[in-house]
């Protein structure tokens, strides 16, 4: 089955600068690439998607990018503010399979 | 509003005790699933459904049953809590196909901790 990896667990960012975080997956059938938000005490909320007929996608101060010839996308957080503080979860799922397989997540946390 | 609501939202239980966790959507969503989240481990899927009626088993379904019998309605059950089932847990739904397919929609989650 589908093997998601996350890097870093934690990163630390200065408000204002960018943040990254790296996913990189194993099964090569995969063509849809989630990022889930969980804030405290809540469930996983979509921010954004891609799928593999698109190398990039946009949506305000984020974006994912997607590079299948090496397996693995990125999230890109631009100007980050303290709201942006939480776990981020990527995820990754062939087509036609109706389960997610999910990274460990990432705790990003925005020092003002 | 529309969304998944999971009740209860905290739960203590003693080893060995039963219970059931309900999850309902309202969006006329397909699929159903149930999460566990630990520290460290992500988000790891015990069962799901593809439909009312249907079940089947995801990465960790041991020790858990579910039941499916509205649509709108996906049930965990715990016959016999053990320490290890402390966790929080997850219910999401999603629609099977279009835009909409595998985007899923999370419940605000359930604490549960087994002494």
């Known amino acids: 089955g589908e093997n998601v990896e996350q890097h870093p667990s934690t990163l630390s960012v200065q408000e204002g600068d960018s943040a990254v975080i790296k996913c990189t997956y194993s099964?090569?059938?995969?063509?849809?690439f989630p990022w889930y938000k969980q804030e405290l005490g809540k469930g996983p909320q979509l921010i954004i998607d891609?799928?593999?007929?698109?190398g990039e996608k946009k949506d305000q101060r984020i974006a994912v990018t997607l590079n299948k010839t090496a397996k693995h996308f990125s999230l890109h957080i631009t100007e980050t503010q303290p709201e942006d503080s939480a776990v981020y979860f990527c995820?990754?799922?062939?087509?036609?399979?109706?389960?997610?397989?999910f990274g460990k997540g990432n705790q990003v946390v925005v020092i003002p | 509003n529309a969304g998944v609501t999971q009740t209860p939202k905290f739960r203590v239980l003693k080893t060995g005790q039963s219970m059931t966790l309900l999850c309902a959507q309202d969006?006329?969503?397909?699929?159903m699933y149930w999460y566990r989240q630990d520290p460290g481990m992500g988000l790891r899927l015990i069962h799901y459904?593809?439909?009312?009626?249907?079940?089947a088993k995801g990465e960790v379904p041991d020790g858990y049953n579910v039941s499916r019998l509205k649509k709108q309605n996906f049930l965990l059950g715990l016959e016999s809590a053990a320490p290890s089932q402390t966790s929080v847990y997850f219910c999401?739904?999603?629609?099977?196909?279009?835009?909409?397919?595998?985007?899923?929609?999370f419940g605000a989650g359930s604490r549960l901790t087994v002494l």
């Open positions: 999401a739904s999603s629609h099977t196909a279009g835009a909409g397919a595998n985007v899923l929609t």
């Open positions: 099964d090569s059938a995969s063509n849809y």
């Open positions: 891609i799928r593999s007929n698109v």
């Open positions: 995820a990754a799922t062939p087509q036609g399979n109706n389960r997610l397989a």
């Open positions: 969006m006329n969503h397909e699929y």
């Open positions: 459904s593809v439909g009312e009626g249907t079940t």
